[in-house]
């Protein structure tokens, strides 16, 4: 699969805000600043497509992206974790996420960004465990590969395939969006998806 077009479809808080369905949606979820709109960019060859923030916690919208004339679509969930964004926040946060992963029935599956460098954060786990719940976990990446060597690449996946719970079958694909590496990896699985 090649992404030779992608645009930016709709900014979404709540449910009568989504595009109407239409094509499979693949959508991205992860903690804040961990490299999910650097992902995005480069999946799609587009620099300035999703914004790179260096103050985590900015993005609490879920951002539809409209991929090859919307043959399908990137959805960039609200990124979770940030310390300084309030209670109050957090708690729509979750709304948000649940309402979506509830409602959307063009919805394939939920890719779940994690930083390779760390053990998953008790909202990652629940995270995976809301994916498992709704039937969307399975597709896992493990962001900013280029911070570990090849040793401790291999022994941090085993580590977060056994924090999240994740089954053996199940994908995680380590990715360094510095080094481009792995995206050609999760393009395909995407393309399997669909
Ligand atoms: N070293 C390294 N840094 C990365 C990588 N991906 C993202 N970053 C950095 O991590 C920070 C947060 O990235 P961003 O894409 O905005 O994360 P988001 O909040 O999940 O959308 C930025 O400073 C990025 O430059 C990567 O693969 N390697
Ligand atoms: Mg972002």
Do not use: C
């Not at 992860?30 to 300035?48: A, D, E, F, H, P």
């Not at 609200?78 to 926040?89: D, E, N, T």
């Amino acid at each position: 699969m090649k992404i030779v077009r992608s645009d930016l479809l709709a900014i979404a808080v709540k449910e009568a805000q989504y595009p109407p369905e239409a094509p499979p949606e693949i959508a991205f979820a992860g903690r804040s600043n961990v490299g999910k709109s650097s992902l995005l960019n480069l999946l799609t060859g587009r620099k300035k497509l999703a914004r790179v923030s260096g103050t985590p916690g900015k993005t609490r919208t879920i951002n539809f992206y409209s991929i090859n004339d919307d043959a399908f679509r990137i959805v960039d969930l609200p990124g979770y974790g940030y310390a300084k964004v309030s209670k109050s926040i957090s708690a729509d946060w979750g709304g948000m996420i649940e309402k979506y992963l509830k409602s959307r029935h063009t919805l394939k599956k939920v890719v779940l960004l994690v930083d390779i460098r760390h053990a998953p954060s008790t909202q990652d786990v629940q995270m995976y465990e809301w994916l498992k719940h709704y039937g969307y976990a399975g597709l896992i990446v493990a962001t900013k590969a280029d911070k570990v060597s090849r040793n401790e690449t291999q022994k941090n996946i085993a580590a977060i395939r056994r924090t999240l719970g994740a089954g053996e079958g199940d994908s995680i694909i380590p990715v360094s969006t510095l080094k481009k590496t792995g995206v050609d990896t999760l393009a395909t699985e995407i393309e399997k998806l669909l």
